[in-house]
């Protein structure tokens, strides 16, 4: 059992390379969009609801309230991104129960990936948010000699992303591949049910932290707004 996606090559001639951490990842992309796309050419409003609409209506009311409790903004302009951060994730981990399933996830180029997106989503939205000076500024409070931390804060933050992700679900498929060696029976179905627990758990960290983040870069503006109003008043 290989503890890595990378490390199983289907095509390899230079300079192309295929294993099996690009093909999961595709194959994982292309069922989240053909679900998407069959789910929303057959959305209903008149009851009785189809069961799988309420269970889409669900799980998007769920992430709903979860970045509206806590960026306590309008969840509408993060829950696209945010929304899809999750779902990729926790797909990639409920499907290692298929056999031959290798889950991008456990690759760090896959996390890493995902990480950088969450790199650039933050200045994006804060950007938008505030506008580009007062973004630029919060780098600078409460004292410019905080900038080198502040950028270093943004790398860190994006490297624990990446690792803690990685660290964990490579973790888990070699204590899974451990056991198997060693008792080939029950414990490993075990431990499987646990990794995709862990899996779905995994994801939901990885989520809050990023909306953590956005959440971050963009309620400064809050901070600032009722100096902003005070001045309106007294012009």
């Not at 302009?77 to 926790?90: H, M, N």
């Not at 996830?105 to 939205?125: K, N, Q, R």
């Not at 931390?149 to 990685?166: D, H, K, P, Y």
Request: charged share 10%; aromatic share 10%; hydrophobic share 50%.
């Amino acid at each position: 059992m290989e503890i890595s996606p990378d490390n199983i090559i289907y095509f390899a001639r230079s300079p192309v390379v295929i294993n099996a951490t690009l093909v999961f990842t595709w194959l994982t992309m292309a069922l989240l969009v053909g679900v998407a796309a069959w789910v929303t050419q057959h959305l209903s409003v008149a009851p009785p609801l189809p069961r799988w609409q309420n269970v889409l209506e669900l799980v998007v009311d769920g992430i709903y309230q979860q970045i509206k409790d806590i960026t306590q903004q309008d969840p509408e302009p993060y829950l696209s991104f945010v929304g899809t951060l999750f779902l990729f994730i926790v797909t990639a981990n409920l499907l290692m129960v298929v056999p031959g399933y290798q889950a991008p996830t456990g690759s760090l180029s896959t996390t890493t990936a995902l990480a950088l997106c969450v790199f650039v989503a933050v200045p994006i939205y804060g950007i938008r948010q505030q506008g580009l000076g007062r973004y630029l500024k919060s780098y600078l409070e409460p004292t410019p000699i905080m900038l080198p931390f502040q950028i270093i804060g943004e790398f860190s933050r994006t490297l624990a992303l990446a690792v803690r992700l990685f660290g964990n679900i490579m973790s888990g498929n070699l204590l899974v591949a451990i056991l198997l060696s060693l008792v080939p029976l029950f414990v490993p179905v075990v431990m499987q049910v646990l990794g995709i627990v862990f899996g779905l758990i995994q994801a939901y960290v990885f989520a809050i932290l990023a909306l953590v983040y956005i959440a971050s870069a963009t309620t400064v503006q809050q901070h600032h707004q009722p100096l902003s109003t005070q001045e309106n008043t007294h012009e």
